[in-house]
Each structure stands twice: as C-alpha cells, then as structure tokens.
C-alpha cells in the first residue's frame, strides 16, 4: 500500500467548489505537485486587470505549482504535464478532459460531480435538481472516460434539498461533503479497495434527467406557471444567474427585475398571471396561473439587490405595475 505523502497527485479545478477539495488534500498531507485552472480572465472596463481564479489564489497561498493552459491538446501543456509524473489525477469543476490528459496517470482520472450520477449529467446539476423539485441530491466520484459524466461510480453521498434550500445553500453543502468524498477516495484507492460500479447498473426513478448549461433565456419567468413550478425555478436560479421578468414600472416602460427569494401564497384571488398587487408597504405579490408569489428581495436591471421592502418604499403606488 502506498503512502498519502508517495502518491503524486495532480488537481484540476477553477471555482470555489474546487477550492474545498483542493484544501483538504493540502492539508491532509496529500503530496499535490501541480494544480491546472483556467487562464486569468481579462476585467474591468477596458481589460487591463487579470483576475486568478479562485483555485489559482489558493495554489498560490500554498506555493504549488500551477499551470493554466488556453487549450488542453497544447504539446507544451502535454508535455509539461507529463513531467509531473501523476499518479493520479483529481479534477473538480473544470473543463472536459481530451483523452491524452485522462488517461496519462497510471492510476487514472477521478472527477467530483456535484449530483448523484447517472442523474444531472452537465454543467448545472445543482441548478437543474431544484428547479425539478427534486427531494435529494449529492455528490459523485467517478473515473473519467470519453463521454461527459458517463464513466465507471467509485463512491456518492446523498442529502436532501430542504423546502427553503436554494442553489447557494446546496452548493455550499455539497462543497464540503465533496472535499470529505475526494479524500475518502483517494484512501480507498491507496487501499486498493475500491470496487467500482458502471452508470448503467444503477436504479433510476423515471427517466434521466440532463443538466445543460444554463443561459439567460433559460432563466426568463413564464407567470402562467403553477406557484410550485414557479418557487422551485427562482430558488434553483438563485443567487447565480437569478431568475428574471419583466416589470411595467410605468406606461409602456419596460425594464429587467431580477427575483432572488420568494415565498408562495394562496391567500388572494386569483389574478391574471404577472399582475402585481401590493399589501401595504411590506408585501408585493405577482400573480401566477394558480396563486401568487410574494416577493421577498429582488434587483431592477442596474439598481442594487433589495429586500421587498426598501424596494417598495421607493414607490407611492406599484397598482398599475405588472410582469411579463
């Protein structure tokens, strides 16, 4: 059996998600001898300010050796890896792999998926398990092959979605347990105790479930949409990209409000889908094909994130507004 400390470990990362299972493999005494994230991103106005990510920032704290090539097929990138000598590699949240990178490491390429595979396969698996209304999710370590998330499950934590969990609270659930699941893979396969089990063998309830990638379009609100429907798609939008419609702040002008939280209610009659009615200065409600959500923080395209009630407060009257 091979020691934590022998086993050269290459990590492949860029957000915060990867940022938990790089940290426990640092500080468990893993031997990490490269890290590979995304090149800087050009920001500000003009782009003249490069911003690392997040992985990147940690590599640096801890003085690893990082790489950060434009495309993954590179000879220079190829090679450079190569001269890393992995025994095995650990990718969280990064780019699909082209086969000369997965299969370099004698010991192979192992990915953290953040949804209980073969269910969510893609790029928004937390997203899409909230927006379905889905009880439970979890995580999933798995060895790469060619298709997206299809490879061979080593090991899966489940949990359940609570009734006010939206995606930051599951995400940030998921990145801890995720950081326990990497180091309770790479131990069992120090151990040569795993035993690996193929996608296509495990039970699914119904059919399987995508989880492409998300874009704005996606996140537009359809008010004639029941109040459940409605509760679960903002929730699994929210924080990030956040859900979003359009609101008449007066006559025939239009802008983009964004809605981070909501409660459902059924508490008033029915109204046509997207109109507003406000109770007192403290509760806005948008009508839906069944019900009504009460707008709990929301953001006008260019205005800041407020609760309902500064928002309000910045009206006499919001009787004629309406959603679309």
Not at 32 to 59: C, E, F, W
């Amino acid at each position: 059996m091979m020691e934590k400390k022998d086993i050269r470990i290459v990590f492949m990362g860029t957000p915060d998600f990867a940022v938990e299972s790089l940290r426990c493999l640092v500080e468990g005494g893993y031997n990490v001898v490269g890290v590979i994230t995304m090149p800087d991103k050009p920001m500000g106005r003009h782009g003249s300010v490069l911003q690392s990510s997040p992985v990147k920032k940690y590599a640096l704290e801890k003085g690893l050796k990082i790489l950060q090539p434009e495309k993954l097929k590179e000879e220079g990138f190829i090679r450079e890896l190569q001269s890393l000598k992995a025994d095995l590699q650990i990718v969280v949240a990064f780019r699909m792999l082209p086969e000369i990178v997965w299969k370099m490491p004698p010991m192979g390429t192992f990915n953290l998926h953040a949804s209980l595979l073969p269910q969510y396969r893609g790029a928004a698996p937390i997203n899409w398990a909230i927006i379905n209304g889905d009880k439970e999710t979890g995580i999933t370590t798995f060895f790469l092959k060619q298709d997206i998330d299809t490879g061979e499950i080593i090991d899966q934590v489940k949990i359940p979605i609570e009734e006010k969990d939206n995606v930051e609270t599951v995400h940030d659930k998921l990145m801890i347990l995720g950081g326990k699941l990497v180091i309770k893979t790479v131990d069992a396969l120090l151990e040569g105790s795993i035993k690996t089990i193929p996608q296509e063998q495990l039970v699914c309830n119904g059919e399987l479930r995508p989880a492409p990638k998300i874009f704005k379009e996606t996140c537009k609100i359809d008010w004639n949409q029941p109040t459940e429907i409605l509760y679960n798609f903002i929730r699994g939008l929210s924080p990030y990209p956040a859900a979003w419609t359009e609101i008449c702040l007066h006559q025939e002008e239009w802008t983009d409000m964004k809605i981070y939280e909501v409660e459902k209610d059924f508490s008033q009659d029915l109204k046509q889908p997207g109109q507003i009615i406000e109770l007192g200065k403290k509760n806005m409600l948008i009508a839906t094909r069944d019900g009504f959500l009460s707008i709990k923080e929301l953001q006008l395209a260019g205005k800041k994130r407020l609760k309902i009630t500064d928002f309000l407060n910045g009206f006499k009257s919001i009787a004629d507004f309406y959603c679309r």
